[in-house]
């Protein structure tokens, strides 16, 4: 086994974090048992007795890393998991860090802007953040270019899902207006939730209620595992039947005190056993 297929950790650390003396030593522990991948099988060619099969350690520990990386982009996009690194540096194009040995890399477009219309340079970006650690999403992961591209933009937005439940109160934009109800753009994420016409009032209402770009106050009635499939109220926020047709100002600024004796409501018919989450995954 050459020194350079020696296991992915050690490997590191003789080539690019140790001094020379420590260098020299051995690559493995004598007696160590662990996989090794057969990378070449020499010929019997020549007369010569074979050495025996070329080995590789660091193969085996990237197949793992690799799958790893995978499940954190999974765990990222289906559960809005974030991991933390500390950034070890930066180039023209973004952050530089590493996680278990992997390399990782943040685009610039993935950072929040330094200033209003501000982008970060590399000195800024060394100055900034390297030393530090930041939490990160990941993004992209691709064995075949060696890349995994994570994002801090995406990592906060994933905080901000992570704190939402049921009873949770959301401020948003009005994104999209169907016949069946609007769909709310939640702010600082790129996710919508879907306010029925059903709990827009407890009275009945007309389409047009809504317009494109209008800010509005919702609270959350439900919502699955992956943030796909949230369901929204404005209902719940009216002190009277109907007071999101004649005066959306006023559930606005009752918003919080309606939002917390809603909670308080549920958290009463919780203990009575009734299980909101379970009815919503229901629906």
């Known amino acids: 086994m050459p020194a350079r297929e020696a296991p992915f950790a050690i490997r590191d650390v003789l080539e690019e974090r140790a001094t020379p003396a420590i260098r020299e030593k051995p690559c493995v522990p004598k007696g160590i048992v662990r996989a090794f991948k057969v990378i070449s ?5 020549g007369g010569k007795a074979p050495t025996g099969p070329l080995l590789s350690a660091r193969q085996c520990d990237l197949d793992v890393l690799w799958e790893r990386a995978e499940q954190l982009r999974d765990a990222s996009v289906q559960h809005k998991e974030n991991l933390r690194v500390t950034v ?43 030393g530090q650690e930041v939490s990160l999403a990941v993004l992209e992961v691709t064995r075949a270019s060696r890349k995994v591209v994570c994002s801090v933009v995406k990592a906060k937005e994933n905080n901000d899902l992570r704190r939402l439940e049921v009873g949770s109160l959301i401020t948003g934009t009005v994104r999209r207006i169907e016949p069946f109800g609007v769909f709310v753009g939640i702010n600082n994420t790129r996710i919508s939730g879907l306010l029925h016409i059903s709990n827009v009032s407890r009275q009945h ?5 809504f317009k494109l770009g209008e800010e509005v106050k919702c609270l959350v009635m439900g919502l699955d595992p992956g943030y796909t499939n949230i369901s929204l109220s404005i209902a719940e926020l009216e002190l009277e039947d109907g007071d999101v047709l004649h005066n959306k100002q006023r559930v606005w600024d009752n918003a919080e005190s309606q939002a917390a004796t809603f909670r308080a409501y549920i958290s009463e018919l919780r203990q009575q056993g009734f299980d909101f989450e379970a009815e919503f995954a229901s629906v």
């Open 205 to 209: 209402i007309e389409t047009g209620i």
């Open 41 to 45: 099988v020499p010929s019997k060619a």
């Open 88 to 130: 070890e540096g930066a180039n023209s194009g973004g952050l530089l860090s590493r996680f278990n040995g992997l390399s990782l890399f943040v685009p610039v477009s993935q950072l929040e802007k330094k200033g209003a219309n501000e982008w970060w340079t590399e000195q800024d970006m060394v100055a900034h953040f390297a």
